[in-house]
């Protein structure tokens, strides 16, 4: 599997900042990438799919591409504490998902 | 509404008694995962069913065999489980088409005494 790497943990951030998630990759061919949420003790929770260079945002969340850096990151606005989770980037393999180890988020009231 | 369903959501069972967790789909998608997930880190995939293909991950054991009899089902079966077995596992499911999405269910946390 290819090489997927996201920023080390954990990310604690006040209530209604602004949360900064990244991850690199390794395959230069990669073209589908997915941002998961998993709450602890509970599965994978599909957040965002990103297909194309550029931002793409849905509600507090905005995914953001970069082939040419082969760098994608997720950015949560206005945190809550509903969004202390580890969330986890993905990177589609030939029908197979590549994981990073997970960026593990605390917003703090 | 359309999902991944596992059962158990819980699963006891002894060392090297066999045990058998099963996942259902009602997205009509045509792959079907079964990844292992231990505590603080990524899932791990464990095989695939592409239709009725099969593709084992280099690195699964023998251990673990998997069937899947129609579309709408999956089963993992796990012939001797020892104590590192302990784990979620997670069934998941895409289309299998070029973006991929893979959409996973609650999971089936096994013990292992």
Redesign the interface.
Known sequence: ?KEVEQNSGPLSVPEGAIASLNCTYSDRGS??F?W?RQYS??????IM?I?SNGDKEDGRFTAQLNKASQYVSLLIRDSQPSDSATY?C?V?DD???S????TTVTVRA | DAMVIQNPRYQVTQFGKPVTLSCSQTLNHNVMYWYQQKSSQAPKLLFHYYDKDFNNEADTPDNFQSRRPNTSFCFLDIRSPGLGDAAMYLCATSRGDTNNEQFFGPGTRLTVL
């Open positions: 599997q073209q589908s997915f998961y003790g509970k599965s994978p929770e599909l799919s297909y986890l993905a589609n029908y197979k998902l994981f990073g180890a997970g």
